[in-house]
């Protein structure tokens, strides 16, 4: 039993201690700092400054420093002591989230119990738990430990104390949205086929796979041949491959320790035009034992290239039944030799089929466009996950007008498009073998913004945590949308959107700045965004607040960081029936948190569709009241003059952004140079138009003066009478049947025009202008005053996608406050016949 034992001989060593031989197949260790920063690629790159890193020739590992305020994002909190980032090398290429030892029933939040050190031909790091949730006086020790050439981290637990023998042995791991759970042989694993990433757990005793339990995080558990016990004490050790796919995990794990030969796949897809071409070159290759394959039941194995038709393996030497499919491509075979050298293996291909295009302007400048690929009959193409970048489902992104897109032989429809300010183009093409159809595609700005820039205020990927998009994708969305301004709003992570631009070199295209959503707990009243903020790469939070389990602490935390500096703190999908004055929704009147409302400078309203149903009349249960839009116009006639918003909250690529928007007022119609500070002072200001695609201009005056009123802004009128002009335009894949003006939060029954009780103030389906009228209101008392517009049975499906386009175009202003007598706007405290709370304090 005392091989079980922990060698507490080791040294502590300094946490600067650089550890490495002068050999090149040597592991080291080290604390990551500015100077030394690990060299790791991939979308889940977590590692920050603080944490550790090991790394020998073959893979690189990085190790979560063991204190409680270390989180890698939203949904993996606490996560000290756990490997966060792991990855071969060569390629680099982490989409992993998490090995969480324990899987989390231990915290490991003391650094004075870390140890690192070389142990012969090993570096190894390991620590000592803080505390055990199960209370049982236990403690957990883990080591991971790094072999001088190897390709796996060998990681060990011990579980001590007088409970330790009843202690289960399994740990976590965090391998989200599109890793499948499998085991193979003696080796359990997770893996991303399209993204290209399989992470091996193997026990070094036992022929038996650990076994999967579903579950966030998923349980590693291991048999009883895997676990040791006796003597006051569990333990188990497990071997962590980082591999490209399952054929490469497979000759490393049921092979030797020592690597064999990295083998390079290319599919040469031909690209023309140079880089500025949206393209994809993704390919499956399939791999199969040429012994094996005159065997039906054998395994066969499958390779994603990446997005330059590159793939990478490690294989078992010996022949191989190659192919490799991809769309718009004739599949090829080929018979390949491996050896124990690299060797690079060209694979192929046919002449494609499918369409080149480029998108241009009304100049014939190119420009960012979106091109959504219908086919006739069967299923649409499908290019990649929601989470991919340029070609996502059957969307592609061409940031810079031009693409070539493959597509199998067939009959499609085409839908290009840039944002609602836009027309969009309809081509149908037949698609024939090994042919590649030419189009050039003209996208007219027909809709007159000048005076207002398009802006989306909440979006994520995969930095935020709760969902694995590609941020280079999310950007690449947001430009193909016509987006002229939007922060960056990862979840509880300051982060940037600047770098995705540099290196599209379209930063003069998209305004932006470095925010963040703050998430906290009780949901969903503890959502909160804001901007700009300052970003410190690779700190905890991006250098951002933590959250706080009361929301008004939260709020105010966020709203007073950076020493108080000017931002827009947004109140994000908000209950605020619950925010006003009943915490806990049970339908009594309590203080809620009220207190939030003093730090709110925008309100997320959505779906503006509400403002049209007669909810008054039809009121929901306590508990299903959140209904922001119609509980903002409660809070307006309450006298909170808090601006209105909407925001898609996209998570995923595939018409993520877009579909929600909002025009703010600026001085400046150039992306280029739009400032943060006057975003800001927009907002506050209230001068926001919301939809998801009509553009509605609202415009205040009267005979008391000269001044005229947009949205968010006063107007005085001595005899109560308001003109507002009302204008909607629309490209030709939008159209509005429906205008209404909304007095105090309702709807005017005098004022509410459709295209079937007024046709002569609505335009013909062929007109850009909709509707273009002078609404003349009598007001008896001071009144704030909202336009809204909507095509109702109407859809934008086949622009925005079945998901989000199925929803009608709409507009909402936000209000005009009128003053009447003269004394300045005073709100009336109509309660629209379904009251808010209140609250008995």
Not at 36 to 64: C, H, R
Request: overall charge negative; charged content about 20%.
């Amino acid at each position: 039993m005392q091989s079980l034992r922990l060698r507490r001989f080791i040294p502590c060593v300094c946490a600067f201690l650089w550890l490495s031989a002068a050999f090149a197949t040597s592991a080291e260790i080290r604390v990551i700092y500015p100077e030394f920063e690990p060299d790791i690629d991939g979308k889940e790159v977590d590692w920050i400054y603080g944490d550790y890193l090991m790394k020998n020739d073959q893979i690189s590992v990085t190790i979560a420093a063991p204190i409680a305020t270390r989180d890698a994002n939203l949904t993996i909190r606490g996560i000290g002591a756990s490997i966060l980032d792991l990855t071969l090398n060569h390629p680099s290429n982490d989409q992993f989230s998490a090995f969480i030892p324990t899987a989390a029933r231990y915290q490991f939040h003391d650094p004075s119990q870390v140890q690192i050190g070389r142990d012969g031909d090993a570096v190894f790091w390991q620590c000592r738990s803080s505390k055990s949730l199960a209370g049982d006086g236990t403690t957990a020790t883990v080591r991971y430990r790094l072999v001088d050439g190897n390709a796996f981290v060998e990681t060990t637990v011990w579980i001590e104390g007088d409970a330790a023998e009843t202690v289960q042995a399994f740990d976590g791991v965090r391998a989200d949205r599109s890793f499948a759970m499998e085991q193979s042989g003696s080796a359990a694993y997770c893996s991303d086929a399209f993204f290209r990433q399989t992470i091996g757990f193997k026990s070094p005793i036992g022929t038996e796979p650990p076994q999967w339990k579903n579950g966030r995080p998923a349980e590693l558990h291991y048999s009883d041949q895997h676990v040791q016990r006796g003597d006051g004490m569990t333990t188990w050790t497990v071997l962590l491959y980082p591999a490209t796919s399952p054929i490469d995990l497979l000759a490393v794990a049921e092979g030797s320790h020592r690597s064999p030969a990295m083998h390079t796949f290319e599919v040469p897809l031909q690209i023309p035009g140079g880089d500025h071409h949206a393209a994809v070159r993704r390919a499956k290759i399939s791999l199969l034992s040429k012994t094996d394959s005159e065997n039906a039941d054998s395994t066969r194995f499958t390779l994603q290239t990446d997005d330059q038709g590159i793939a990478h393996a490690r294989l078992v030497p010996g022949e191989y039944v190659v192919s490799h499919t991809a769309i718009g491509n004739t599949p090829f075979v080929l018979i390949v030799k491996s050896s124990d050298q690299p060797q690079t293996i060209r694979l192929g291909t046919s002449s494609p089929s499918g369409f080149t295009a480029t998108v241009t302007d009304g100049d014939g400048n190119p420009i960012p466009a979106k091109a959504t690929v219908y086919a006739a009959d069967g299923d649409h193409p499908d290019f990649g996950p929601d989470s991919a970048r340029t070609f996502v489902k059957n969307c592609v992104y061409a940031v810079h007008g031009q693409l070539h897109c493959p597509l199998d032989p067939g009959t499609y429809e085409i839908h290009f498009s840039r944002g609602p300010e836009y027309n969009s183009v309809t081509r149908q093409i037949q698609v024939g073998k090994e042919t590649m159809t030419e189009l050039s595609v003209q996208l007219d700005r027909v809709v007159d913004t000048r005076g207002w820039v398009s802006t989306e205020l909440h979006s994520h990927s995969s930095p935020s945590g709760d969902n694995t998009s590609d941020q280079y994708g999310r950007v690449e969305n947001l430009l193909c949308e016509q987006l002229e301004f939007a922060p960056c709003t990862e979840h509880n992570r300051i982060s940037s959107y600047a770098p995705h631009l540099q290196q599209m070199q379209l930063s003069h295209l998209m305004a932006t700045c470095t925010g963040m959503e703050l998430t906290g707990n009780p949901l969903p009243a503890n959502h909160q965004n804001a901007f700009p903020l300052h970003h410190h790469p690779h700190t905890q939070n991006g250098g951002g607040p933590r959250v706080d389990p009361n929301p008004v602490v939260q709020i105010e935390r966020l709203a007073m960081w950076d020493g108080g500096s000017d931002k827009l703190v947004q109140m994000n999908h908000p209950n605020l029936h619950q925010i006003y004055g009943d915490l806990d929704v049970d339908g009594t009147p309590d203080k809620g948190f009220r207190g939030m409302i003093k730090w709110m400078d925008v309100i997320e309203v959505h779906p503006l569709e509400t403002i049209f149903q007669d909810i008054a009349s039809k009121p929901p249960n306590v508990r299903e009241m959140r209904i922001p839009l119609f509980q903002w116009m409660q809070l307006l006639n309450q006298g909170y003059r808090i601006p209105g918003v909407v925001n898609t909250d996209a998570h995923y690529n595939h018409h993520g952004s877009g579909w929600l928007r909002n025009w703010f007022a600026s001085s400046t119609d150039d992306p280029a140079a739009i400032s943060t500070d006057e975003m800001i002072r927009q907002a506050e200001a209230g001068h926001i138009v919301m939809s998801t695609g009509p553009f509605l201009s609202v415009v205040g005056t009267s005979k008391t003066g000269e001044t005229q009123a947009i949205p968010g802004d006063d107007l005085a009128t001595d005899d109560g009478q308001v003109n507002v002009q009302v204008t909607v335009q629309c490209p030709n894949w939008l159209d509005v049947n429906r205008v209404a003006l909304f007095i105090n939060g309702r709807r005017s029954e005098e004022h509410d025009y459709t295209r079937k009780n007024s046709p002569e103030l609505f335009a013909d389906s062929d007109s850009v202008v909709k509707f273009d009228a002078t609404i003349t209101v009598q007001l008896d008392a001071d009144a704030h005053l909202i336009v809204a517009t909507i095509g109702e049975g109407m859809t934008m499906e086949k622009v925005m996608g079945e998901q989000y386009g199925k929803r009608p175009p709409i507009a909402v202003s936000n209000p005009i406050f009128v003053d009447v007598d003269g004394n300045g706007f005073q709100t009336n405290g109509d309660e629209l016949g379904l009251p808010l709370p209140k609250s008995p304090h």
